[in-house]
């Protein structure tokens, strides 16, 4: 009886399991979880009054008395009798308003759109600094929540007291490197600007802020980020830390304007805008070819300039911009393409301009106007060297670009140096002779007459003088040669060519100043490029084994630019030998810095004596330099044939001596032992004389 009875029993506990993991199974289907469980709906993008909000910053939202907020959904697994809702709250007070939903079903993989409005109530309309929380939550009370910083304007259209801010925005970074308040700075390519404002009080400040808002120029998509409220006594300085996340929209634009704004208590403020191009796009999806397209003429102030050269600009004194005009011929379609200007000065600030977007085509020739807005004080740009960079750029990012050296003058004197010109160009050797070759022009109504050049450097003491006579006017100009004697004691650096216009009538002079390298007697070696590139060759003639064994040849590079320059290093007339470099033969010197490539050299070759081979050094699709070098072969395969050759006839001729002195020596002792024997022999068969004969 109780073995029937304990069957019943588990058969009753067999037939309870059973159901029990029935009704989990149907309960798992229809995406019931435990409450424990995961929540699988994701909740992919939040827009307020359609701004994009983010979680990882604070977002900067126009002032409204309703806010519609936009939450898109996703559902990874069946999501049974959910609802969304929304609130908004105070950050200072803790007032709130929400909205929800009605209950819904959404299938896994499906996604949705929810559409909730919040109306401020009148204590939040005064507020400025918000929580947004959006919650998702199912039937069995399982939720995703994300929540979002706010701030708004609103203040500063109802309550501000209408006057300006009396705070000096003193410097504003862009990923480390300042911008300035113009149409357009250049800045590398980048997911996220960390912008730095550093400001300074002019008065007490109370519960102000800083905020920095982007905007796509193209889409007029904005991000912001704002800092918290402080306080700042008249006199003291500050800075503010801001963090700038570029949208998926944003990330394939590169022209943006960011607003620098800070506010007080009041809603008075203080704005400052700044033009923002990044080179290349963040993107990075250009193929980065040359575009095909030609820069056929530059000018400033009415003056056509040249590529790679010093060009003089003459300004008037109370000039406070320069007018631009680039022409250009397309050899292709293009579309979406801009003309980039930037101007950089010696101190490494950047004045830039940019132009609108435009389409041209091919065989299409256009004229673009750019402007340089120059600082109050003109007089700080007398004489320094400028470089100009034209960069013409299209949608993909593929790009043109040509580069010109500047030198700004104030005009003062009718009497112009329109253009000088060395020979050698730019650098010279102690010891020998510089051409100098000035361009004069008279850009006065009357003629001048008396006028004297003078071509001077005044750090070697070198000068020379000649009398012009008598220039005409309308823009009248002629031309004068000098020579300079560079003195064998000069030594390696960078000296000045001063040029002096006078009247023998009085009047001011027209002064100009251009530098030269001189390189000095110890240090010829030292190859001057240009003005941005020294090729050091400490070694350029040296002894090569023909046993495989290697030499080196040290040549080192030295960037005397602004920009990092890439350069390759080709080898001509090396038949003779094998050539390696412990890296590759394309590499980037970084400006103001030297890189040194050593060339290993060896052969194995039956040629004799010296040979030669040449270093091409190559930079932007040009040869810039080439450099011969000598390997005087020694034949050590021949000479070790020759030592080993000697080496065994020696031995040979050693052994022979040896075994001939032996020889002699053995006949020698053979032929004196063997007569020692027979005399004995025959002694003793002579009988004794005083012993009679024998008888037997």
């Known amino acids: 009886m109780m073995k029937k009875l304990r069957a019943l ?73 959910g609802h969304v809702e929304v609130s908004l709250r105070s950050t200072r007070t803790g007032d709130s308003v929400a909205d929800s939903t009605g209950i819904f079903d959404l299938n896994a993989g499906t996604q949705g759109h929810i559409t909730l409005t919040l109306t401020l109530i009148d204590k939040l ?37 209408g006057r300006g801010l009396d705070v000096s925005l003193d410097r504003v ?104 191009v990044m080179e290349d796009g963040v993107s990075g999806t250009g193929s980065s070819r040359a575009l095909d397209i030609s820069v056929d003429s530059v000018e400033i102030e009415k003056e056509v300039i040249i590529e790679d050269e010093n060009n003089f600009v003459d300004l008037d004194k109370d000039t406070d911009e320069l007018d631009l005009k ?87 004197t009718p009497l112009i140096v329109s253009g000088i010109e060395l020979s050698p160009e730019n650098n010279v050797k102690a010891g020998k002779a510089l051409g100098v070759r000035l361009n004069i022009k008279n850009s ?82 030292t190859q001057v490029v240009n003005d941005k590139l020294i090729i050091n060759v400490p070694v ?6 023909n046993d495989g064994s290697e030499v080196i040849f040290p040549i080192t590079l030295t960037n005397q630019g602004p920009d990092a320059n890439t350069y390759t290093l080709l080898f001509d007339g090396a038949g003779w030998a094998n050539i390696r470099l ?18 290993f050299l060896s052969t194995d070759s039956k040629l004799a004596g010296e040979q030669l081979f040449t270093v091409m050094v190559k930079g932007n699709d040009k040869i810039l330099n080439q450099l011969t070098l000598k390997g005087n072969v020694v034949n050590i395969q021949g000479q070790l044939f020759a030592v080993v050759l000697k080496t065994l006839l020696q031995t040979i001729l050693i052994g022979l001596v040896v075994l001939l002195v032996a020889l002699g020596l053995y006949l020698g002792a053979r032929r004196y032992i063997p007569r020692k024997e027979t005399s004995d022999f025959v002694a003793e068969d002579i009988p004794d004389q005083a012993q009679g004969e024998a008888y037997y």
């Open 540 to 545: 350029v003639e040296q002894d090569v084994k």
């Open 173 to 276: 970074f862009v990923n480390t490197k300042v911008i300035a308040s113009s149409r357009t700075n250049f800045i590398d390519e980048a997911d996220v600007f960390n912008v730095l404002v550093e400001f300074t009080a002019l008065e007490d400040l109370d519960d102000a802020h800083v905020e920095a808002v982007l905007k796509d120029l193209r889409t007029g998509t904005v991000v912001a980020d704002a800092s918290p409220n402080f306080d700042l006594l008249d006199e003291q300085s500050a800075t503010a830390l801001l963090r700038l996340e570029l949208l998926d929209d944003l990330k394939d634009s590169d022209s943006f304007e960011l607003t620098i704004n800070l506010i007080d208590a009041e809603g008075d403020f203080v704005r400052q805008v700044y033009g923002i």
């Open 582 to 599: 412990t890296e590759s033969n394309t590499f980037i010197v970084e400006p103001e810095e030297s890189k040194t490539v050593n060339v």
């Open 444 to 525: 006065g109504i009357v003629a001048l007459d008396g006028i004297t050049a003078k071509v001077s450097i005044p750090e070697l003491g070198v000068s020379t003088t000649k009398f012009v006579g008598k220039v005409e006017n309308s823009g009248s100009e002629l031309t004068e040669d000098f020579v300079l004697k560079i003195l064998d004691s000069a030594q390696t650096g960078t000296y000045t060519v001063r040029t002096e216009l006078a009247s023998q009538f009085g009047g001011n002079k027209e002064v100009k100043e251009l530098p030269v390298f001189v390189l000095g007697l110890s240090d010829q070696t």
């Open 9 to 81: 029993y588990a058969i009753w506990i067999i037939w309870a399991l059973l159901l029990s993991t029935m009704s989990y199974a149907d309960h798992f289907q229809r995406g019931g979880f435990s409450s424990s469980g995961t929540f699988d709906v994701s909740i992919d993008k939040v827009e307020l009054n359609n701004n994009v909000v983010v979680e990882s910053r604070t977002n900067l939202i126009n002032d409204a008395d309703v806010f519609s907020v936009g939450v898109d959904l996703t559902a990874v697994d069946y999501m049974k009798a």
């Open 326 to 412: 680039v022409r250009l011929t397309a050899l292709e379609d293009i579309e979406d393409a801009r003309v980039d200007a930037i101007l950089t000065l010696e101190n490494g600030e950047v004045i830039a301009d940019t132009t609108a977007i435009f389409d041209i085509r091919d065989d299409e020739t256009v004229l673009k106007k750019l402007e340089f807005e120059l600082p109050k004080l003109i007089g700080n740009f007398n004489q320094q060297n400028l470089r100009l960079r034209i960069r013409v750029v299209d949608a993909e990012g593929d790009f043109e670009e040509k580069f010109y050296g500047l030198k700004l003058n104030q005009q003062e």
């Open 125 to 161: 309309k005064r507020e400025t600094e918000f929580d947004l929380r959006v919650r998702v939550e199912d039937s069995e009370q399982r939720s995703e929540t994300n929540h979002y910083r706010i701030k708004t304007e609103s203040t500063r259209t109802t309550t501000s007291s």
